[in-house]
């Protein structure tokens, strides 16, 4: 073979009219070039857009801390005039009344106050995500290994309606090994519920969901022997007792 075909140059010409520069390649290195190259410019624009992503989750979070700590200002603001009302009450005996300018004070306060809460209320997941009997309580410890429960189940038939239990935003609507079909959502900043074993699942993920709405329903897919649903609460990044926000039932 002549050595011709065992190298490829390439010639870099100036604008100005100066004298070219040759870059000589055996063929190998050329094509691994041409090959990487390409790699080197996907891989670039693949970072760049995860890299935009984090700063707006960045952006996100900063926003969701200022308002919860608005809302922490405001409830000390109130508790603070309902704490000075009782002392005077308890120091006068008599049924102390705030003055109109006073009494306007107050109700702005407390009107801002539900202003600025009532989106926080819609994010805390208060009602029974479905109709049935309470059948494993969190914190129980089952198997050999022992683990422990990280949620409720609650024993239902299958088919029965599945709720989301408070406005957000479906992160994951998907199988896994342990609970089957899952469907995890995201509520503001600090709350997010799992809906484990069911049936059929009704949403995608990044979808929005509101309080109440049908997501799934009950079945025993995954590790599961009968028919329920496997709920859990996670606040704050950590799993806490679902019956904390539950409406108690008669």
Do not use: C
């Not at 010639?11 to 520069?21: E, M, N, Y």
């Not at 102390?96 to 106050?113: E, G, K, N, Q």
């Not at 309580?137 to 989301?164: C, N």
Request: charged share 25%.
């Amino acid at each position: 073979m002549s050595s011709r075909s065992k190298y490829v140059s390439i010639f870099i010409v100036p604008d100005d009219g100066s004298k070219a520069t040759r870059l000589r390649l055996r063929r190998p290195v050329y094509r691994f070039l041409m090959v990487l190259l390409p790699v080197l410019l996907v891989f670039a624009v693949v970072s760049l857009f995860f890299w935009g992503k984090s700063l707006q989750l960045l952006r996100e979070n900063a926003v969701l801390q200022t308002e919860n700590a608005k809302v922490r200002q405001l409830a000390l603001e109130l508790e603070q005039v309902r704490a000075i009302d009782r002392q005077l009450r308890l120091m006068t005996g008599a049924d102390i009344r705030l003055s109109p300018a006073a009494a306007r004070s107050a109700y702005v306060l407390t009107d801002s106050l539900k202003e600025t809460s009532s989106g926080q209320q819609r994010d805390i997941p208060s009602i029974w995500p479905t109709q049935g009997r309470v059948s494993s309580e969190f914190g129980e410890y089952r198997g050999l290994m022992g683990k422990r429960h990280e949620g409720i189940d609650i024993a239902a038939a299958s088919g029965t309606p599945v709720r989301a239990t408070a406005d957000g935003k479906v992160l994951f609507a998907g199988w896994t090994d342990d609970l089957g079909n899952l469907v995890i959502i995201k509520h503001g900043g600090r709350y997010f519920t799992r809906y484990g074993h069911n049936d059929k699942v009704y949403v995608k993920e990044g979808q929005l969901v509101k309080r109440g709405q049908v997501i799934a329903t009950v079945g025993s897919s995954g590790h599961s022997t009968a028919p329920h649903l496997h709920y859990e609460v996670w606040e704050d990044a950590k799993p806490v007792n679902p019956r904390r926000f539950l409406p108690r039932k008669e």
